[in-house]
């Protein structure tokens, strides 16, 4: 499902909420999704298909989760947060939605959206300045903070996040030859990397 495709729809019965989640009325969730302990799902939110909602995780109003999106315990996503296919949320990961909050200065209208393409990884505890989309399979390292937007492929660590190299789909780091070419390690897939950006070939 691509965020094009996400349109609000009325609750599948058939997905797994434990006993102690919350789920909001007005919210949408898809076939084959499980959702643990204490999460709160909250109305107007849409999360997919085949997704797992960890322990301690809420989705707030507007935030659309793709199809088989994976969010680790303690995980927060606030309203402008918008994840595509296949995305993996690492353990206590945290999404800001406000550039300069206040606690006496309301700024709700501020909210500033991050999408977070396919595939893409976001390690545990890293953090992701609102604003800043994630590029297609990138990979947060676990602690980094992401000031910047990332480019598809790419490998970033640290604080603030720098790139450190490029990824496979299947998260390997790729190895580019002279003629700017490498193979994933595990798929055999094979990639170009050409005025500093990553494609996989044969697309």
Known sequence: MTLKQAIPRTIHMNHFAHDTAVIDKGCSIGTGTKIWHFSHIMAGSIVGEDCIIGQNVMVGKGVILGNNVKVQNNVSLY???????????GPSMVFTNVINPRSAIPRKDQFRKTIVRKGATIGANATVICGNDIGEYAFIGAG????????????????????????????????????????????????????????????
């Open 79 to 89: 309203t402008g947060v918008l994840c595509e296919d296949d995305v993996f949320l």
């Open 144 to 203: 980094a903070v992401v000031t910047r937007p990332v480019a598809p492929y790419s490998l970033v660590t640290g604080n603030p996040a720098r790139q450190m190299g490029w990824v496979s789909e299947y998260g390997h780091r790729l190895h580019f030859d002279a003629a700017g070419k490498a193979v994933c390690p595990e798929s055999g897939s094979e990639y170009l990397l050409k005025d500093n950006r990553v494609s996989k070939m044969g697309q």
